[in-house]
Nanobody
């Protein structure tokens, strides 16, 4: 299983970016997937996630600005980020994990993509 993240870059405050993460391996549709971020000196935190049944969850600081989506046909998960703020600056990681009522499988992480928001 591999996850390849892309789409990061430098953007001015108020701008937008769209992150993409492409999954290669077994059936993508059964995985819960999400985006996390880690800013310098801080712990990695959840930004948004979407389950295999398309239930989405957002961190409070992402609600109303970010939108997570998945395309099972393309084995991809995307994060549309609007109204970016300097505090959104971080390395963004995608994660995939099989989750069932009987337990969770291994976590698979992408390599990270850097988002820098200038003020």
């Amino acid at each position: 299983v591999q996850l390849q993240a892309s789409g990061g870059g430098l953007v001015h405050a108020g701008g937008s970016l769209r992150l993409s993460c492409v999954y290669s391996g077994t059936i993508f549709s059964i995985f819960d997937v999400g985006w996390y971020r880690q800013a310098p000196g801080k712990e990695r935190e959840l930004v948004a996630s979407v389950t295999s049944t398309n239930i989405t969850t957002y961190a409070d600081n992402a609600k109303g600005r970010f939108t997570i989506s998945r395309d099972n046909d393309k084995s991809g998960v995307y994060l549309q980020m609007n109204s970016l703020k300097p505090e959104d600056t971080a390395v963004y990681y995608c994660k995939a994990q099989f989750v069932s009522p009987y337990g969770s499988g291994n976590e698979f992480w992408g390599q990270g993509t850097l988002v820098t928001v200038s003020s």
